[in-house]
């Protein structure tokens, strides 16, 4: 079975937890695009639906599931998002696709915060660079500050919320909470890809034919 195969299937499992009525936060990827349909085909009604970015918005609207601008909502009943990584504590590094400031925000604003995954996601120490989004205005400032650990992301452009995606790869990653507290205490940082385990409900990983669930809190 393909890593693609994979995702699907735990796409499938996790769009099974919608019910018509539900205000949904949808997030953003290869997996996240298997959601799309496999909710689309449950024929779900009154769902109240926000994207975590443009591609996302675009491929719901075209299967015909309801999105809004996130200005009014102030609580959604569940989300779904892909990760980068997962280690067993349920710390996730996400923003691979430079989405990770509004996939934060909507994991945060939800009851249930559903993570999916390939067999190829959970990992027993992150080995992936940690995505940053940082503000535009006083950017060279930031990036001195951060100093060579950082680097912005070649050939990315700004993010939906004018900021610029960047990378950094340095020592930490065996300490999530501390590098976390670390990178976010820099003003020029709007937001980082490790999301702790408290922000986590459940993670569906697909290995092979099965779905693992696994709940966190
Ligand atoms: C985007 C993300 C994605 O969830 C993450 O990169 C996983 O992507 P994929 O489902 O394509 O493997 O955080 O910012």
Do not use: N
């Not at 997996?31 to 024929?43: E, I, N």
């Not at 443009?54 to 909502?73: K, N, Y």
């Amino acid at each position: 079975m393909s890593a693609d195969d994979e995702k699907r299937l735990a796409a499938e499992a996790a769009a099974e937890l919608v019910e018509s009525g539900m205000t949904v936060g949808l997030g953003t990827g290869s997996t996240v695009a298997h959601l799309l349909p496999a909710l689309a085909r449950r024929g779900l009604t009154d769902l109240r639906c926000v994207a975590t970015s443009p591609a996302t918005a675009e491929q719901a609207r075209g299967l015909g599931i309801p999105v809004e601008d996130f200005d009014s909502l102030d609580r959604l009943d569940i989300a779904i998002d892909g990760t980068d990584e997962v280690i067993p504590e349920g710390w996730l590094i996400k923003g691979g696709g430079g989405a990770h400031l509004r996939e934060k925000i909507v994991a945060a604003a939800a009851d249930r915060f559903v993570v999916i995954a390939d067999s190829s996601k959970p990992v027993e120490k992150f080995t992936w660079p940690v995505p940053l989004e940082l503000f535009a205005f006083g950017l060279a400032s930031t990036l001195a500050r951060l100093g060579p650990d950082v680097s912005l992301r070649p050939g990315t452009p700004p993010s939906p919320d004018g900021g610029l995606i960047a990378d950094y790869r340095g020592p930490g990653l065996d300490d999530p909470a501390t590098l976390a507290a670390r990178l976010e205490a820099d003003a020029g940082v709007a937001a980082q890809g490790l999301f702790p385990p408290a922000l986590v409900s459940d993670i569906f990983i697909a290995r092979g034919t099965d779905v693992e669930r696994t709940t966190i809190g």
